[in-house]
């Protein structure tokens, strides 16, 4: 019981933050000559208002929050973001039916960016707004936005956002949890403003500049436009949102310490072998992908080639889901490299979702470890990361983590295929939602979307985008303790 209110009154709190991203939209909508969105947003605003205070008023404040509790309320602020997120949708109506709002919801707080839009320039600019504004929110953690606003004074509360992440996304950061909380949210706003300026010097107009920054840092891929990215055909652009992207599949403590560097903190993505190794098997990827594409007659010359696949692999690698072109289109040997590169993604304690480079990185020095200690069982060489040694638990947790991972994916994707999708469709849809990627191929390629797919299939996708937005555990953990009290 005492969970629950505890988990009720951050609940709360998490609705509080809601309304004022509504409120925002809301005036966003006012500005544009009082958009058809307006009032389907205040009134969102008002419901959400009323149950954000009533999670308030009904609880107290808790003097000490367990690990269990922590998890309860992780997945309680996200599930609740989501029901919440998705009444501007529902009461706006025409492709919102309650499923289809609900997707959109959970998309967006996942940083998914998997849509059911066909004609997105139709929605108002104050939908549109809101739209991205839940991917911006999701990016940065609705529990570590909560953490920040209640932690006050003591550093109690902001235990919450730091369970949200895995042991492997801190591995770079040294200090107490309240400033860890604040030095992420720090890097996030900051690479929001740079990227926002950038692309309107670049030409894009204040609201495109606006929405498309947004999305490129908490790598979601939400566009204004019904064609991406290819809209704007400009160089320019994809060249600042690739930094962008990429600067946001980086561990956020390590690019803070980059440009704050401290006595007690001085690693930094220059320094770091995680990063190098991230950036150079992108660079390596893209040099593949273009190479390809030129010789098959895909792109008619090397620099057309090098600019489609530069994009669209920073895209996908870093979960983002921004596209130029229809990869559909692509050769098998590029579709393999994507759909590889959909599965490892960006690195721990990014806006980035997948299994992570650290984590895959760290597997495969953990097997290498195993088959020497087979020829040499005399010999015994420790795990290193980074500087930091890892134990046997470790490695242990996280190649567990990544066969869950891809035991859930092949699940995902069987249920998929018996959903009517054929095997292309279904496997890639499995892998881009539970890797918060969004776009897949065949049917929901990167000019498509999920439209197509049956109320069932999209429900079972929005199960699959929390799964991986959380990194499975919270939710698993939720369930496990709800069936062991029912017995």
């Not at 060249?239 to 690019?255: D, E, K, R, T, Y």
């Not at 010999?379 to 567990?400: F, Q």
């Not at 890639?428 to 065949?442: K, R, Y």
Request: hydrophobic letters at 50%; charged letters at 10%.
């Amino acid at each position: 019981m005492q969970t629950l209110k505890i988990t009720i009154r951050f609940i709360g709190f998490a609705l509080m933050g809601i309304f004022a991203l509504l409120i925002l939209s809301a005036l966003v909508a006012f500005h544009e000559h009082r958009d058809r969105s307006l009032y389907p947003l205040l009134i969102s605003a008002g419901i959400t208002l009323a149950f954000g205070l009533g999670g308030l008023l009904l609880t107290k404040p808790a003097q000490r929050i367990n690990i269990k509790a922590g998890y309860s309320i992780i997945t309680g602020c996200w599930l609740a973001s989501c029901l919440f997120g998705a009444l501007p949708f529902l009461f706006y109506g025409h492709e919102f039916n309650l499923v289809n709002a609900l997707f959109e919801s959970v998309s967006g707080f996942t940083t998914t960016g998997a849509s059911i839009l066909s004609d997105i320039e139709a929605v108002p600019k104050g939908l549109l707004f809101w739209r991205i504004a839940t991917a911006w929110i999701g990016g940065i953690g609705v529990v570590s936005l909560v953490s920040i606003v209640i932690s006050a004074n003591n550093d109690r509360h902001s235990m919450t956002a730091t369970v949200e992440l895995s042991s492997i996304a801190k591995e770079y950061y040294r200090g107490r949890r309240k400033q860890f909380v604040y030095r992420i949210l720090t890097v996030y706003i900051a690479l929001t403003l740079v990227t926002f300026i950038a692309l309107h010097l670049a030409g894009m107009t204040w609201f495109d500049a606006a929405t498309h920054a947004m999305s490129a840092c908490s790598t979601c891929g939400f566009s204004t436009k019904n064609t991406s990215i290819a809209f704007f055909d400009s160089p320019l652009v994809e060249g600042i949102l690739i930094v962008a992207m990429l600067m946001a599949a980086i561990n956020f403590s390590l690019i803070f310490s980059t440009f704050w560097p401290s006595a007690t903190n001085r690693k930094n993505i220059l320094n770091t072998k995680i990063v190098r190794i991230f950036l150079g098997l992108v660079a390596l990827s893209v040099l593949c992908l273009g190479f390809k594409l030129k010789i098959d007659g895909t792109c008619s010359t090397y620099a057309e080639a090098l600019r489609v696949s530069a994009f669209q692999l920073c895209s996908i690698s870093t979960t983002t889901g921004f596209a130029t072109t229809d990869t559909n289109l692509w050769p098998p040997f590029c579709k393999a490299i994507i759909c590889i590169s959909s599965l490892i993604c960006g690195c721990s304690g990014s806006t980035s979702g997948g299994m992570k480079i650290d984590r895959f990185w760290l597997a495969l020095k953990g097997c290498s470890e195993v088959f020497q200690s087979l020829t040499n069982p005399h010999k015994h060489d420790y795990v290193r990361m980074d500087g930091s040694t890892k134990s046997e638990s470790e490695i242990a947790s996280v190649m567990t983590f990544i066969m869950l991972y891809l035991t859930i994916a092949v699940i995902g994707g069987l249920v998929f295929v018996f959903g009517g999708l054929d095997l292309t469709s279904g496997f890639s849809a499995s892998i881009a939602c539970i890797g918060n990627v969004g776009p897949g191929f065949g049917e929901v390629g990167s000019m498509g979307n999920y439209a197509g797919l049956s109320p069932f299939l999209k429900s079972f996708s929005m199960v699959l985008m929390l799964l991986g937005r959380l990194e499975i555990y919270p939710i698993l953990i939720v369930i496990g303790t709800l069936v062991i009290r029912r017995k």
